[in-house]
C-alpha cells in the first residue's frame, strides 16, 4: 500500500475466515463488527447483494463476499459477521464474513505484492499476500471486492 | 480586512438586492412617476454599492455607483425614466448578476468592465442634466457653492450629510455661524496618516466643531482612507483661519475649502425629522458611512409608507436542519419500538403503555411540523424572477404577453424549492415562445392581442401544485404526433393507436421540439424531459392538458416534504413493503374470477373503470404466501389520471414512517424509493408507486 512510509512500516489487519481461506482486511477501513443479523432482501439488485440492514438507524447494504468471489454461498452460523466497511468511493457497506479471527501487524517485508498476470478471477480482488506466525492471509483489495462487476 | 468570512452573506444580501432591484424596476416600467419606487431603487443600488466596496469588488461597486447617480437625478426629478433607461437598467442588473455568478464560482468578480454600460448611464445623467433647462429641486435640502478652485479637489461638495447633520447645520446656520466644508489632502510620502488627520481635527476643533467627517472619524483614525478626508465644520471664524490653521499640520499637501449654505425649508418640524430619523437608520443603516457622492436622502414624506428594502430572513444552515431532522427520526423510530412492544404484552399492562404511546405521538407529531416548517420557505424567492423574464421574452419574441401570478407564498421544503426554479421556466419559456401565437394571429383568431400567461402555485393536501397556464394555440396534437414519427420517436401504427392525451405526453419525451425554428429562448429539444426528470427527481410529477386553440396548462405536484410521511405496511411474500398514502387511492378485495384480460395483460373492473393489476409477488421476484384461489387484496395507485392495482398477500395498517436512503452502492432499482426502520429495527423497502404505473 502506497501510504506506507518509512515512519509507519507496519499496517494492522484483521484475519477473517472465508471458507478454507483466510483473508485479511486492513483495520483503516473498518467501521464496526456486527453479528449477523436480518437482512432484508432488495429486489432487482446482483445476487452478491444481499440486501440492507439497520445499523443503529442507519440503512447499510451488505454483500456477500463469497458469491462476489465466486466461492460456495454463505452457510450461516454463529460465528458469522458482518464486518462494516467505510470506504472513501462506495460510502458504509457491509460484507459477510464466516468468522472474525485476530488482529495482526504485519510489517512491510512481511507482505508480498501479487501481479495481477494469473488467470483466475479472484486474484483480482487481492493486492498482497501477508506472511505471520500462523499461516498466509490473502489481504483483500476491497475498492475492487466492492466495485460493481462491469456486465 | 479579511471578507471571506461575510461572502457567503454578501452573497445571499446581494441575491435579494438584485431581485429588489429587478422587481422594482418591473414596477417603474409600469409608473415611471412612482417616487416610492425610485427610493427604494435608489436605496438598493446604495447598499449594493456599499456592499461590493466592503468586499473589495470593485468592478461591480463601479457599475453600481453610475446607477445610483443615474438614480439620484432620476430621484431628485431632473431626468425622466424612458423605455431606454429601463432597457439600460435591466442590462446592468444582467451584467451585476454575471459579477454575482463569478463571485459565486471562483471568489472573484471576473475582468468585465461593462464600460460601454457605465459609459450609457453616465451619458444619461450628463445628458439629462444638460436638458434641464428650468430648476426644479424638490428634495435636496443642501446646496453646496464652492469657492472658486482650479483643481477639482473639492470633495468635500460630495459628502452626504445625514439628516442629523442637517438639522445641526441648519440650525447653526440660523444662529449666523459659518458652515465650511473641508478637504484634507495628505502628502503621499506621509507615514502616519492617522497622526496627522488627528493633528488636523484637533488644529479645526480649536476653531470650530467638526460636525462630520467622511470617512467616518473612526476610520480615519484606524488610517481607512487615501491620501485625503473631508471635514464639515461649523466655525464663528472666517474660512482662511480655518483652512490655514489646518494646513499648518506638516505632512499636509494642501487643504481646500468653502462655504456650505444649508436650504433649511426642508426641515420645518424638527420633531417630525426626528421620528424619520429613527426610521431611515433602521431602514438604511449603510446610507451614512458608506456613500460616497449619494445626495442626501431627505424626502421625508415618502418614508413612512415605504416597505423595507428586503425581507427580514433568518438563515439557518441546512446541516443544522437535518442533525434536527435526524433526531426527530430517531424519536419517531422510538415510538415505532414502544407501539409494538405493548401490541406483545398483557392486556392489563397495556393502558399505561398506550398512553405514554398517545403521548409521546403528539410529541413527535408536533416536532416533526415544527421542524418541518423551518425547512419550509415561500416559493416568492424563485417566482420573483420571472416577470423580468416574461418582459424580456416579450421584446425578444416582439409578441405582447402578461404574466399573472397567484400563490407565491406558497411554502415548500427549501430543498425543493431550490431546485424548482429552473423546470419552471422551461415551462414559462416554453408557454411564451411556443404556446401564445404571434400578435397577429391572436387577433385574427378575436384574443385579445397581449397574450396572457398564469403562474398559479396552491397547496392540495399533502402536495404542492404549481400550474403554468396560457391562453395560447394549445398543443397541436397531430404536429406532434407527424413529429414524433419523422423522429423515430414513435412509429406511425403505435402513433394511430394512441390518443392524443398520449400523443401530447410525447412533449416529455427526449429529444422532441415542436418549434419548427430553433430559437434560443426555447426548442433546443431538451427542455421538456429535463423538466420532467427534475421534477421526477424531486419526488413530483409533471402533467401537461391542451386544448387546441385555448391554450394548455402544466401542472407540476410536489410533495410537501421529502423525509417523513404516512405509510400503508403490506407483506408480500412474507417480507414487509410500505407504500406512500398519498399515492394510494382506495383498497378492494378482489375474487380471482374477477379478472380480465386486455390485450393478454391483467386488469380488473372496478365500479365501471378498467385498472390494469400489477402481482408484486412477481414484480418483487419473490412468491405469493396466498393460495390462488384465495380472494386478493388490492392496493389501487394512482398517479395523475392513470390508475394500478398492486395485488399484495396481506395488510398491516397505516404508519408514520422515516425515509432513509438506500444509498448510492443500491441505487439501481427503479420503483424502491428507499427504506425505512420498522419498530422492531426490521428495515422495510419503500415502494415507489409512480414508478410502477
Redesign the interface.
Known amino acids: 500500500m502506497d501510504e506506507l512510509n518509512l515512519m509507519n512500516e507496519t499496517t494492522q489487519f484483521i484475519v477473517i475466515q472465508l471458507g478454507d481461506e483466510q483473508y485479511g482486511v486492513d483495520i483503516k477501513y473498518i467501521d464496526n463488527i456486527v453479528r449477523m443479523q436480518h437482512i432484508t432482501r432488495v429486489p432487482k439488485v446482483p445476487e452478491y447483494l444481499k440486501g440492507v440492514i439497520n445499523l443503529r438507524g442507519e440503512v447499510i447494504p451488505v454483500m456477500s463476499i463469497r458469491v462476489k468471489m465466486d466461492l460456495p454461498v454463505d452457510e450461516i452460523t454463529k460465528n458469522t459477521r458482518i464486518i462494516i466497511l467505510k470506504l472513501e468511493v462506495h460510502g458504509i457497506i457491509g460484507i459477510i464474513v464466516d468468522q472474525v479471527k485476530e488482529v495482526v501487524t504485519l510489517e512491510n517485508e512481511q507482505i508480498e505484492k501479487v501481479s495481477y498476470d494469473g488467470k483466475e478471477d479472484k486474484i483480482n480482488y487481492i493486492f498482497g499476500i501477508g506472511k505471520y506466525d500462523g499461516g498466509l492471509i490473502s489481504l483483500l483489495d476491497l475498492n475492487a471486492v466492492i466495485m460493481e462487476r462491469e456486465v | 480586512m479579511d471578507v471571506s468570512q461575510y461572502l457567503e452573506i454578501f452573497l445571499d444580501e446581494t441575491k435579494e438586492h438584485l431581485q429588489s432591484l429587478n422587481t422594482q424596476i418591473l414596477n417603474l416600467e409600469q409608473e415611471p412617476e412612482d417616487i416610492d419606487t425610485i427610493n427604494e431603487i435608489f436605496r438598493a443600488a446604495h447598499s449594493l454599492k456599499g456592499m461590493a466596496g466592503t468586499m473589495g469588488y470593485k468592478r461591480m461597486q463601479a457599475l453600481t455607483h453610475e446607477m445610483e447617480s443615474a438614480f439620484s437625478e432620476v430621484r431628485s426629478g431632473k431626468i425622466k425614466i424612458n423605455s431606454d433607461m429601463i432597457d439600460l437598467l435591466f442590462q446592468s442588473l444582467d451584467a451585476l448578476e454575471e459579477y454575482l455568478d463569478n463571485i459565486q464560482r471562483n471568489a472573484d468578480e471576473g475582468d468585465n468592465e461593462n464600460k460601454h454600460l457605465i459609459k450609457k448611464l453616465q451619458d444619461i445623467v450628463v445628458n439629462g442634466l444638460a436638458e434641464e433647462s428650468a430648476p426644479k429641486t424638490t428634495a435636496t435640502a443642501a446646496k453646496k457653492k464652492a469657492t472658486p478652485s482650479s483643481e477639482g479637489t473639492e470633495k468635500w461638495m460630495e459628502i452626504p450629510l445625514g439628516e442629523t447633520e442637517q438639522r445641526v447645520l441648519a440650525i447653526a446656520q440660523k444662529q449666523g455661524k459659518n458652515i465650511y466644508g473641508l478637504t484634507v489632502s495628505v502628502q503621499e510620502s506621509c507615514l502616519l496618516k492617522a497622526a496627522r488627520a488627528f493633528l488636523v481635527f484637533k488644529a479645526v476643533e480649536d476653531l470650530g466643531e467638526i460636525i462630520m467627517s467622511q470617512p467616518p472619524t473612526q476610520d480615519i483614525e484606524d488610517e481607512k482612507f487615501d491620501l485625503f478626508f473631508n471635514l464639515i465644520v461649523i466655525s464663528e471664524y472666517p474660512l482662511d483661519k480655518v483652512i490655514a490653521a489646518a494646513e499648518g499640520v506638516s505632512e499636509i499637501e494642501n487643504v481646500r475649502g468653502g462655504i456650505l449654505e444649508i436650504d433649511d425649508s426642508g426641515i420645518e418640524n424638527i420633531d417630525d425629522v426626528e421620528m424619520e430619523l429613527m426610521n431611515s437608520d433602521s431602514m438604511m443603516p449603510m446610507e451614512q458611512n458608506t456613500g460616497k457622492s449619494g445626495q442626501s436622502n431627505t424626502s421625508q414624506g415618502e418614508k413612512k409608507s415605504s416597505k423595507p428594502v428586503v425581507n427580514r430572513t433568518v438563515r439557518v444552515d441546512i446541516e443544522k436542519l437535518d442533525v434536527l431532522m435526524?433526531l426527530v427520526?430517531?424519536l419517531i423510530?422510538a415510538k415505532n419500538s414502544l407501539v409494538s412492544a405493548s401490541s406483545s404484552e398483557e392486556t392489563s399492562a397495556r393502558s399505561g403503555v398506550n398512553e405514554q404511546i398517545e403521548y409521546l405521538e403528539s410529541v413527535t407529531t408536533n416536532l416533526h411540523e415544527s421542524v418541518m416548517k423551518v425547512r419550509m420557505v415561500p416559493i416568492e424567492s424563485v417566482v420573483n424572477k420571472f416577470p423580468r423574464m416574461i418582459r424580456d421574452l416579450s421584446k425578444k419574441l416582439n409578441k405582447k404577453m402578461d404574466l399573472f401570478m397567484s400563490g407565491e407564498e406558497t411554502e415548500l421544503d427549501r430543498t425543493v424549492v431550490d431546485e424548482i426554479g429552473d423546470p419552471l421556466m422551461h415551462l414559462l419559456r416554453n408557454a411564451a415562445d411556443h404556446g401564445l401565437e404571434e400578435t397577429a394571429a391572436r387577433i385574427r383568431s378575436g384574443k385579445p392581442e397581449a397574450g396572457s400567461i398564469f403562474l398559479d402555485a396552491f397547496q392540495d393536501g399533502n402536495n404542492v401544485v404549481i400550474e403554468v397556464r396560457d391562453d395560447g394555440a394549445g398543443v397541436d396534437a397531430e404536429a406532434v404526433k407527424q413529429k414524433a414519427i419523422e423522429r423515430g420517436v414513435i412509429t406511425a401504427e403505435q402513433g394511430d393507436n394512441m390518443t392524443e392525451k398520449d400523443i401530447i405526453d410525447l412533449l416529455f419525451h427526449a429529444g422532441f421540439s415542436t418549434a419548427e425554428v430553433v430559437s434560443d429562448v426555447s426548442g433546443r429539444g431538451v427542455g421538456l424531459d429535463v423538466v420532467k426528470s427534475k421534477i421526477e427527481a424531486l419526488s413530483g410529477e409533471v402533467e401537461v392538458k391542451s386544448k387546441k386553440g385555448e391554450g394548455s396548462t402544466w401542472t407540476i405536484r410536489l410533495p410537501l416534504t421529502l423525509a417523513i410521511i404516512q405509510a400503508l405496511m403490506v407483506t408480500v411474500g412474507g417480507?414487509k413493503y410500505a407504500i406512500s398514502l398519498g399515492s394510494i387511492q382506495t383498497i378492494e378485495d378482489i375474487k380471482p374470477g374477477d379478472i380480465k384480460y386486455v390485450q393478454a395483460s391483467e386488469v380488473i373492473n372496478l365500479r365501471g373503470i378498467v385498472i390494469p393489476i400489477i402481482r408484486m409477488s412477481q414484480?418483487?421476484?419473490?412468491t405469493s404466501k396466498k393460495a390462488d384461489d384465495e380472494d386478493m387484496v388490492v392496493v389501487i395507485v394512482k398517479k395523475g389520471d392513470k390508475m394500478a392495482g398492486l395485488i399484495v398477500d396481506e395488510l398491516m395498517g397505516q404508519q408514520e414512517i422515516v425515509i432513509?436512503?438506500?444509498?448510492?452502492?443500491?441505487s439501481?432499482?427503479?420503483f424502491?424509493s428507499g427504506?425505512t426502520?420498522l419498530g422492531d429495527?426490521?428495515?422495510?423497502?419503500i415502494l415507489d408507486a409512480n414508478a410502477l404505473i
Open positions: 435526524n427520526s430517531e423510530i417480507e414484480i418483487l421476484d419473490t432513509k436512503s438506500l444509498g448510492k452502492y443500491i439501481k432499482c427503479k424502491i427504506a426502520i429495527g426490521e428495515v422495510a423497502l
